[in-house]
């Protein structure tokens, strides 16, 4: 079955310094792997995804994310960040089966400081 | 624009009652997800349905059950709520296939006292 391991429950940065926020997969299978933003008292929204295309992928605000083999990792970085992106990310990843399942990793929150 | 809406932001109730948690979606997707999200343990799938009347089990689903009569509508309940079941719950909907985004509605906050 497959895992998402996302390290570091949370992330303070400084405004304007780069955000990196981590994620390990297991998979048996090249993995389709999400990237999900939640705001305070909002539901969950798409920041981006792999589909094995391109492994470097861009996503909205700013936010891309790099596929690594080899290292069996999906982290997400943004070079400069802003207060507006205060929030919890969560990594995911999709199961193979025919339900078509997302498995969630336990989320990161990032804080940002002026 | 694409919507799941789930019919409560917040619900309190009391220990015992049946609970019940709506969402609707209107991208005719044929899959659609129950969540719960607790502090520290991200996304918990309780159940989820792939087509009418089809429901299949997630990691957690002690103490829930689900409806899905008509494909639009998923429905989880709480067939007698207890304190431990206060929580974040979480609906989505998915287009079928393993690549596609998943589209969450807003949640429901169930305190149960």
């Known amino acids: 079955a497959q895992s998402v391991t996302q390290l570091g429950s949370h992330v303070s940065v400084s405004e304007g310094a780069l955000v990196l926020l981590r994620c390990n997969y297991s998979s048996s299978v090249p993995p389709y792997l999400f990237w999900y933003v939640q705001y305070p008292n909002q539901g969950l929204q798409l920041l981006l995804k792999?589909?094995?295309?391109?492994?470097l992928v861009k996503g909205i605000n700013g936010f891309e994310a790099e596929f690594k083999k080899s290292e069996t990792s999906f982290h997400l970085t943004k070079p400069s960040a802003h207060m507006s992106d205060a929030a919890e990310y969560f990594c995911a990843v999709s199961d193979f089966s025919g339900y078509s399942t997302l498995t969630f990793g336990k989320g990161t929150m990032l804080l940002v400081s002026p | 624009d694409v919507k799941v809406t789930q019919s409560s932001r917040y619900l309190v109730k009391r220990t015992g009652e049946k609970v019940f948690l709506e969402c609707v979606q209107d991208?005719?997707?044929?899959?659609m997800f129950w969540y719960r999200q607790d502090p520290g343990l991200g996304l918990r799938l309780i159940y989820f349905s792939y087509d009418v009347k089809m429901k299949e089990k997630g990691d957690i689903p002690e103490g829930y059950s689900v409806s899905r009569e008509k494909k639009e509508r998923f429905s989880l309940i709480l067939e007698s709520a207890s304190t431990n079941q206060t929580s974040m719950y979480l609906c989505a909907s998915r287009k079928q296939g393993a690549n596609t985004e998943a589209f969450f509605g807003q949640g429901t906050r169930l305190t149960v006292v």
């Open positions: 792999y589909t094995s295309a391109a492994t």
């Open positions: 991208m005719d997707h044929e899959n």
